[in-house]
């Protein structure tokens, strides 16, 4: 009998400087959407694995996947797998190289984002396992050109709610069709395109309370930036 797994595979915690999640409000959130785990994802940053171990070790039916998400200068990377994160605020093709090198997969996050995405030139050619094909935060559009890229490029698919709040959190998810069984199978499962990303994408209502909400906790954190400003002519 064939096992669906979702995982929402984009998730911030309070190790990130612009969330203030905790890990009890995530788990929560998870088991309230139905899904079987999460992917902890946050800025430039695996300070939080050792608590993700902790939980791994407390919640045995649950997966709990090691990732980070690194500020490149072309736009951010989603990566999973690897004990350290990559040094932020290089090239995309250097981080790429270190995380080959840690054995991690690489999956351009929210790649048609106007502002911390790569954009249609680099995320039709740059060297990743995946695409991050349904992104919560995201437009449907942007959300649709990802897949369709994915789809062209015959690469893997993921979803992730990108959540740095509890109401966002499982709001979309990866779907893995055939039974997984270890870290390593899913990130596999990953790189042999064996995925399927679902979930919501968020209306212009929500856009726009999840800008004025970022605006505030960036004024509260001095103004300092998550990465790099990233906007690029080859947007559309």
Not at 5 to 29: A, M, P
Request: proline share 4%; aromatic share 6%.
């Amino acid at each position: 009998m064939t096992t669906t797994v979702r995982l929402d595979l984009h998730v911030h915690s309070g190790y990130s400087v612009d969330s203030r999640l905790s890990f009890d409000q995530i788990l929560e959130r998870i088991t309230y959407e139905g899904l079987q785990g999460f992917a902890l994802t946050d800025h430039d940053t695996t300070a939080g694995l050792a608590e993700l171990a902790q939980l791994r070790h407390s919640y045995p039916g649950y997966w709990f996947v090691p990732g980070v998400e690194v500020s490149t200068h072309e736009g951010h990377l989603l990566v999973y797998g690897v004990p350290e994160a990559p040094p932020a605020h290089r090239s995309l093709a250097e981080t790429l190289d270190r995380v080959a090198a840690l054995g991690g997969v690489a999956v351009l996050a929210h790649p048609f984002r106007w502002v911390h995405g790569v954009g249609r030139r680099i995320a039709t050619n740059a060297s990743v396992q995946g695409l991050e094909g349904r992104n919560g935060k995201n437009s449907e559009l942007s959300n649709t050109r990802a897949e369709l890229l994915a789809a062209r490029r015959s690469l893997g698919c993921t979803g992730g709610s990108d959540a740095h709040e509890p109401a966002l959190v499982g709001r979309a998810f990866t779907e893995f069709d055939t039974e997984v069984t270890s870290l390593d199978d899913l990130l596999e499962h990953i790189r042999k395109g064996q995925t399927t990303a679902s979930g919501a994408s968020l209306s212009l209502a929500g856009r726009v309370r999840s800008t004025v909400r970022d605006g505030l906790l960036r004024t509260f954190r001095g103004f300092r930036p998550v990465g790099p400003r990233a906007v690029h002519p080859d947007r559309f």
